[in-house]
């Protein structure tokens, strides 16, 4: 008992000792036989033999632990009790990091850690991983973003703040506070962009990040959206009309004013669209049955095709004995009570005279669609949508009857199709209102949805709520898809879908999936994490084939068999999972190997007494050197035995080392401010701060610095738009150059209520005006709503001065415009032509106008190229054989020649069959150059035609001495110069001449 005392004094001495080992050196000296006791490792206070644990026969006191002791076999070496004293769980481990871990937090194997994001917490407990996303340190064993709290939902830590962006809020937007917002129709976007609100009057919701009305797109200016709808009326459109729920300004195809219903004219009874009515040369339109032809009502056979004119000019059925007529002709009377049939007077329509049907008094003997009947009966009009023939005088469809509600009649068949159910389906062929058994519109074929998967049927299909029908593995509930036991019972479910249970994800009965350990599983079984057929095997082993072994991966330490031990004994000495070995007598096991510490057996390390610890931040040295503590405020590790902040030196004065950069922050610059990395003092007018913020400027505009803040006067520091004069913050030219001031405060000039520039007084637009370039103008949309300005005077629409709503004028180009239509320059109905084409005929062309440098293919002008050739706006033409475009025309390439033979390029006419001479000035082969080349030479030497022998072909005299023949000659003859008389062979120019004189041959005689 007294022996089992004193080791318990021993244990709490060492205890205690390590607890006051494990605080940074302040100075003091430290005791020689205590000094560096082991501070990483205090689990080496458990070590058998060392006469500080129970049962342990040595004495009383501290003792060398690097020499075994005989334990007397109170102790177990293998994890067991030793005959139940004590027992190496590593518990004891747990506690000793407890204690001599102060300024750090202890990790599942029992080792201090500093304090970063990856282990995170203080005072001996347990260490936690940060969240990426959300933290980017460790403070004061708390996760934080900078120098703040971790970042919340929506947000994500960037550079040390909280950001709202595209990653952290991908499916709304951010607020001006920078909070992710749910799109909705005053917070609006998607994919982290800005949220922007939406106008009330154009829209009442946000779908897919962009402005809606209802279910579709937001209303178009003019209109406005209510009830999910946008809608056109008369106070949204006082001066036109609506169509498809937009305002159109008057014209003859939209027709209308005061917000009604847009009209198409109808260009028989009228020819334009004046006051919101159509009208004719200005004046109400005709009525139905005439025509409007050069300003004047008339009816004729295009007003009345199929009646007659009366004497008033008034169009008539033409069908009865008073009035028959067709083809617009004038109204006849039948005599004698005659019948009018098809405008044409005959008999009177009965039985006895008519075996088909009667239209007033005129038979049709031969039934049809538009005339079905028998007998004499009255003619019907059979709907060609349900029948397509009249049979034994009934409509029909086929040979059967005419089709019913719901159908139309297709090929001689009744069919459920689109235009005969378009609020439906189509059960074969008929038409059935959409349901959840029956879902489909439009004439779609019926579907049967899965009511497990979706709650109601639209006209998208089957839905769920709001959305899409669930994914297979989901079940609707609430309007909502997600995965549960139901949908999902073989499996797990992860991000709402249902996954096949594996190691990653690992569960079932619809359960959350859990990732197993990849190094203690190896497969996932009935919804458990499993190695082979066993349990998970224990953390400090790996499952490799179904086996669970001790290994490098999962043994820090040494491995016993399949037991994995701290590797720190000289009984079981060993690391990163290699056989434990026994050291040497006189060694001790230091990081997992047998040795002393000193600079042989420790060269890459530093020692504490006989342990050589690796380096860092807590021991750092090398060399065997003796281990000293880095600062943690100015380091983070150590590197060739030197105390190091990432990969630089320890960081100096007023700096921290955080994440592995040194850094200027509050807690080292508490009195200054920060200029980047560098702590100021904080009191100078171009550096002003203090607790560690960010240096700021202070300028005539904002005041001087005073005890760390910029202030103007007394006061604070002047607002944005303001400038400090004379100890006061006032608005003016300086602090406000581009708007103008109200109330001392910088406006931005541009609102009809506060309109101005250069930091002048705001002014107040009178009346209807509005502030158009920060200048109050008369002219706006408001007093010029059909029209544009010119400044302040209001234009109405033209080709010079095309706009609306009171926008800028611009000028229509006259080449590709030939109209200004509601504000826009336009060709035709269409748009303006674009580059390349011209305005012709209300049509856009390309022509030698708007293509003068190219040619025109498929009416767009091309660039003049080997493929397009052509210019001056000409139809581009393909060039072939080797040659290519050259100023719009397609030649051959310079050195090469054309052969008409071969319709192609050649390097020399000699290539050319029948053409031997080539001409320079069309680059084409020729067989004669007199005629091919406008009467010059040919020279034999180079095949060129020339325009003189002399000089321009060697040793060829002049021309005229062969003019037979059409090439240079080196002297004459009767064989050369066939025709042209006797040759003279004195003559210097040694040519041709008709005859011989004296004269033409000096010196010689005329033969």
């Given at each position: 008992?007294?022996?089992?005392?004193?080791r318990?004094?021993?244990?709490?001495?060492l205890?205690?000792?390590?607890?006051?080992?494990?605080?940074?050196?302040?100075?003091?000296?430290?005791?020689?036989a205590?000094?560096?006791?082991?501070?990483?490792?205090p689990r080496d206070?458990?070590?058998?033999?060392?006469?500080?644990?129970?049962g342990?026969?040595?004495?009383?006191?501290?003792?060398?632990?690097?020499?075994?002791v005989d334990?007397?076999?109170?102790?177990?070496?293998?994890?067991?009790?030793?005959?139940g004293?004590?027992?190496?769980?590593?518990?004891s481990?747990?506690?000793?990091?407890?204690?001599?871990?102060?300024?750090?937090?202890?990790d599942n194997n029992?080792?201090c850690?500093?304090?970063?994001v990856?282990?995170?917490?203080?005072?001996?407990?347990?260490?936690?991983?940060?969240?990426a996303n959300s933290a980017d340190?460790?403070?004061?064993?708390?996760c934080?973003?900078?120098?703040?709290?971790?970042?919340?939902i929506?947000?994500?830590?960037?550079?040390?703040?909280?950001?709202?962006?595209?990653?952290?809020?991908?499916?709304?937007?951010?607020?001006?506070?920078?909070?992710?917002?749910?799109?909705?129709?005053?917070?609006?976007?998607?994919?982290?962009?800005?949220c922007?609100?939406?106008?009330p009057?154009l829209?009442d919701?946000c779908?897919?990040?962009?402005?809606?009305?209802?279910?579709?797109?937001?209303?178009?200016?003019g209109?406005?959206?209510?009830?999910?709808?946008?809608?056109?009326?008369?106070?949204?459109?006082p001066?036109?009309?609506?169509?498809?729920?937009?305002?159109?300004m008057?014209?003859?195809?939209?027709?209308?004013?005061?917000?009604?219903?847009?009209?198409?004219?109808?260009?028989?009874?009228?020819?334009?669209?004046?006051?919101?009515?159509?009208t004719?040369?200005?004046?109400?339109?005709?009525?139905?049955?005439?025509?409007?032809?050069?300003?004047?009502?008339?009816?004729?056979k295009?007003?009345?095709?199929?009646?007659?004119?009366?004497?008033?000019?008034?169009?008539?059925?033409?069908n009865?004995?008073?009035?028959?007529g067709a083809?617009?002709a004038a109204?006849?009377?039948?005599a004698?009570?005659?019948m009018?049939t098809?405008?044409v007077?005959?008999?009177?329509?009965n039985?006895n005279n008519?075996?088909?049907?009667?239209a007033?008094?005129?038979?049709?003997?031969?039934?049809?669609?538009?005339?079905?009947?028998t007998?004499?009966?009255?003619?019907?009009?059979?709907?060609?949508?349900?029948a397509?023939s009249?049979?034994?005088?009934k409509?029909a469809?086929?040979m059967g009857?005419a089709?019913g509600?719901?159908?139309?009649?297709?090929a001689?068949?009744?069919?459920?199709n689109?235009?005969?159910c378009p609020?439906?389906?189509?059960?074969?062929?008929?038409?059935?209102?959409?349901?959840?058994m029956?879902?489909?519109t439009?004439?779609?074929?019926?579907?049967a949805?899965?009511?497990?998967?979706?709650?109601v049927?639209?006209?998208q299909?089957?839905?769920?709520?709001?959305?899409?029908?669930?994914?297979?593995g989901?079940?609707?509930?609430?309007?909502?898809?997600v995965c549960?036991a139901?949908?999902?019972p073989?499996?797990?479910?992860?991000?709402?879908?249902?996954?096949?249970?594996s190691?990653?994800?690992?569960g079932m009965?619809?359960?959350?999936?859990?990732?197993?350990?990849?190094?203690?599983?190896?497969s996932?079984?009935?919804?458990?994490?499993?190695?082979?057929?066993g349990?998970?095997?224990?953390?400090?082993?790996?499952?490799?084939?179904?086996?669970?072994?001790c290994?490098?991966?999962s043994c820090?330490?040494?491995?016993?068999?399949?037991?994995?031990l701290?590797?720190?004994?000289?009984q079981?000495?060993?690391?990163?999972?290699?056989?434990c070995?026994i050291c040497p007598?006189g060694?001790?096991?230091?990081?997992?190997?047998c040795?002393?510490c000193n600079?042989?057996?420790?060269?890459?390390?530093?020692c504490?007494g006989?342990?050589?610890?690796m380096?860092?931040?807590?021991?750092?040295?090398t060399?065997?050197?003796a281990?000293?503590?880095?600062?943690?405020n100015?380091?983070?590790g150590?590197?060739?035995?030197q105390?190091r902040?990432?990969?630089?030196?320890?960081?100096?004065?007023?700096?921290?080392?955080?994440?592995?950069?040194?850094?200027?922050?509050?807690?080292?610059?508490p009195?200054?401010?920060?200029?980047?990395?560098?702590?100021q003092?904080?009191?100078?007018?171009?550096?002003?701060?203090?607790?560690?913020?960010a240096?700021?400027a202070?300028?005539?505009l904002?005041?001087?610095?005073?005890?760390?803040?910029?202030?103007?006067?007394?006061?604070?520091?002047?607002l944005?738009?303001?400038a400090?004069?004379?100890?006061?913050?006032?608005c003016?030219?300086?602090?406000?150059p581009m708007?103008?001031?109200?109330?001392n405060?910088?406006?931005?000039?541009?609102?009809?209520?506060?309109?101005g520039t250069?930091?002048?007084?705001?002014?107040?637009c009178?009346?209807n005006?509005?502030c158009?370039?920060?200048?109050?103008?008369?002219?706006?949309?408001?007093?010029?709503?059909?029209?544009?300005?010119?400044?302040s005077?209001c234009a109405?629409p033209?080709?010079?001065s095309?706009?609306?709503?009171g926008a800028?004028c611009?000028?229509?180009?006259?080449?590709?415009?030939?109209?200004?239509?509601?504000g826009?320059?336009?060709?035709g109905?269409?748009?303006a032509?674009?580059?390349?084409?011209?305005?012709?005929n209300?049509?856009?062309?390309?022509n030698?106008?708007s293509?003068?440098n190219?040619?025109?293919?498929?009416?767009?002008?091309?660039v003049?190229?080997?493929?397009?050739?052509?210019?001056g706006?000409?139809?581009?033409?393909?060039?072939?054989?080797?040659?290519?475009c050259?100023?719009?025309?397609?030649?051959?390439?310079?050195?090469?020649?054309?052969?008409?033979?071969?319709?192609?390029?050649?390097?020399?006419?000699?290539?050319?069959?029948?053409?031997?001479?080539?001409?320079?000035?069309?680059?084409?082969?020729?067989?004669?150059?007199?005629?091919?080349?406008?009467?010059?030479?040919?020279?034999?030497?180079?095949?060129?035609c020339?325009?003189?022998?002399r000089?321009?072909?060697?040793?060829?005299n002049?021309?005229s001495?062969?003019?037979?023949?059409?090439r240079?000659?080196?002297?004459?003859?009767?064989?050369?110069?066939?025709g042209?008389?006797?040759?003279?062979?004195?003559?210097?120019?040694?040519?041709?001449?008709?005859?011989?004189?004296?004269?033409?041959?000096?010196?010689a005689?005329?033969?």
């Amino acid at each position: 008992m007294r022996r089992a005392s004193a080791r318990c004094l021993v244990l709490v001495s060492l205890l205690v000792s390590a607890c006051t080992e494990s605080v940074p050196d302040d100075g003091g000296t430290a005791d020689s036989a205590g000094a560096g006791a082991d501070q990483a490792k205090p689990r080496d206070l458990t070590q058998r033999g060392d006469g500080a644990l129970p049962g342990d026969d040595g004495p009383a006191v501290e003792q060398d632990l690097t020499t075994p002791v005989d334990d007397g076999g109170m102790v177990s070496d293998d994890g067991g009790d030793g005959g139940g004293m004590v027992s190496d769980d590593g518990g004891s481990d747990m506690n000793a990091c407890a204690l001599a871990c102060a300024n750090g937090c202890c990790d599942n194997n029992g080792t201090c850690q500093v304090p970063s994001v990856m282990a995170c917490g203080t005072a001996g407990g347990a260490c936690m991983a940060c969240d990426a996303n959300s933290a980017d340190n460790c403070g004061n064993g708390t996760c934080q973003c900078g120098m703040g709290a971790v970042c919340g939902i929506g947000t994500r830590c960037a550079n040390g703040a909280c950001v709202c962006d595209a990653m952290s809020c991908p499916n709304g937007c951010c607020d001006a506070k920078g909070v992710c917002q749910m799109p909705a129709a005053m917070t609006c976007g998607t994919g982290g962009a800005a949220c922007a609100v939406c106008d009330p009057a154009l829209g009442d919701g946000c779908t897919n990040g962009a402005c809606s009305c209802g279910n579709g797109a937001a209303c178009a200016m003019g209109g406005k959206c209510a009830n999910g709808a946008c809608a056109c009326d008369a106070n949204t459109c006082p001066n036109g009309c609506c169509a498809n729920g937009a305002c159109t300004m008057p014209a003859f195809a939209t027709c209308g004013t005061g917000g009604g219903a847009c009209a198409a004219c109808d260009m028989v009874t009228a020819d334009g669209c004046s006051a919101g009515k159509c009208t004719c040369a200005g004046k109400a339109a005709c009525a139905l049955g005439q025509q409007c032809v050069n300003g004047a009502c008339a009816c004729n056979k295009v007003s009345c095709p199929n009646g007659c004119c009366d004497a008033m000019g008034v169009c008539q059925a033409g069908n009865t004995a008073m009035v028959c007529g067709a083809g617009g002709a004038a109204c006849a009377a039948c005599a004698n009570m005659g019948m009018c049939t098809n405008g044409v007077c005959l008999g009177a329509c009965n039985p006895n005279n008519c075996m088909g049907c009667c239209a007033g008094n005129t038979c049709n003997m031969m039934p049809t669609l538009m005339n079905c009947g028998t007998g004499a009966a009255a003619c019907v009009a059979c709907s060609a949508n349900v029948a397509d023939s009249c049979l034994a005088g009934k409509c029909a469809c086929g040979m059967g009857a005419a089709c019913g509600a719901g159908q139309r009649c297709v090929a001689g068949a009744c069919v459920c199709n689109a235009a005969s159910c378009p609020m439906g389906c189509c059960a074969g062929a008929t038409c059935t209102m959409s349901s959840l058994m029956t879902c489909g519109t439009n004439g779609v074929a019926c579907a049967a949805c899965d009511a497990t998967r979706s709650t109601v049927c639209t006209a998208q299909g089957c839905r769920c709520g709001n959305g899409a029908q669930c994914a297979v593995g989901q079940r609707c509930s609430n309007n909502q898809c997600v995965c549960n036991a139901q949908s999902c019972p073989n499996g797990c479910c992860r991000n709402n879908a249902c996954a096949v249970p594996s190691v990653g994800d690992c569960g079932m009965g619809g359960g959350a999936c859990t990732t197993c350990n990849g190094i203690a599983n190896d497969s996932c079984v009935a919804g458990a994490c499993r190695c082979g057929n066993g349990p998970s095997c224990a953390l400090t082993q790996q499952c490799l084939g179904g086996q669970c072994v001790c290994s490098a991966l999962s043994c820090n330490g040494c491995c016993n068999g399949t037991t994995c031990l701290p590797g720190n004994t000289t009984q079981s000495c060993g690391a990163a999972g290699n056989m434990c070995a026994i050291c040497p007598m006189g060694q001790g096991c230091f990081n997992g190997a047998c040795a002393g510490c000193n600079a042989q057996t420790c060269a890459n390390g530093c020692c504490t007494g006989n342990t050589c610890n690796m380096p860092s931040v807590n021991n750092c040295g090398t060399a065997g050197g003796a281990c000293v503590a880095c600062n943690v405020n100015t380091a983070n590790g150590c590197a060739m035995g030197q105390c190091r902040c990432g990969n630089g030196a320890a960081c100096g004065a007023g700096q921290r080392c955080v994440n592995n950069q040194c850094v200027c922050n509050a807690a080292s610059c508490p009195m200054g401010c920060c200029a980047g990395n560098t702590c100021q003092a904080g009191n100078t007018a171009m550096a002003c701060g203090t607790g560690g913020a960010a240096c700021a400027a202070c300028s005539a505009l904002n005041g001087l610095c005073t005890a760390g803040v910029c202030r103007c006067g007394n006061g604070a520091a002047c607002l944005a738009g303001q400038a400090c004069v004379s100890g006061a913050c006032v608005c003016n030219a300086a602090s406000c150059p581009m708007g103008c001031c109200a109330n001392n405060v910088c406006q931005p000039g541009t609102a009809s209520g506060a309109c101005g520039t250069g930091g002048a007084a705001c002014a107040v637009c009178a009346g209807n005006g509005a502030c158009v370039n920060r200048i109050c103008s008369t002219c706006n949309a408001i007093t010029c709503p059909t029209g544009c300005c010119n400044g302040s005077t209001c234009a109405m629409p033209s080709l010079q001065s095309c706009g609306t709503l009171g926008a800028a004028c611009v000028a229509c180009s006259a080449l590709t415009a030939n109209a200004c239509v509601n504000g826009a320059c336009r060709c035709g109905n269409g748009a303006a032509c674009g580059v390349g084409q011209a305005c012709v005929n209300n049509a856009c062309v390309c022509n030698a106008a708007s293509c003068p440098n190219g040619c025109c293919a498929n009416n767009a002008c091309q660039v003049p190229s080997t493929m397009a050739c052509g210019t001056g706006g000409a139809a581009c033409a393909a060039c072939a054989n080797g040659r290519t475009c050259q100023a719009g025309v397609c030649g051959c390439p310079l050195g090469t020649f054309l052969c008409a033979a071969s319709n192609s390029c050649v390097a020399s006419c000699a290539m050319c069959a029948n053409a031997t001479f080539a001409c320079n000035s069309g680059r084409t082969c020729v067989a004669a150059c007199q005629a091919g080349c406008g009467g010059t030479w040919g020279c034999p030497t180079s095949s060129l035609c020339v325009a003189t022998c002399r000089g321009v072909c060697p040793n060829q005299n002049n021309s005229s001495e062969c003019q037979a023949l059409g090439r240079c000659t080196a002297g004459c003859s009767n064989n050369a110069c066939m025709g042209a008389g006797n040759r003279c062979n004195a003559n210097v120019d040694n040519i041709c001449v008709n005859g011989c004189s004296n004269i033409t041959c000096p010196g010689a005689q005329c033969m």
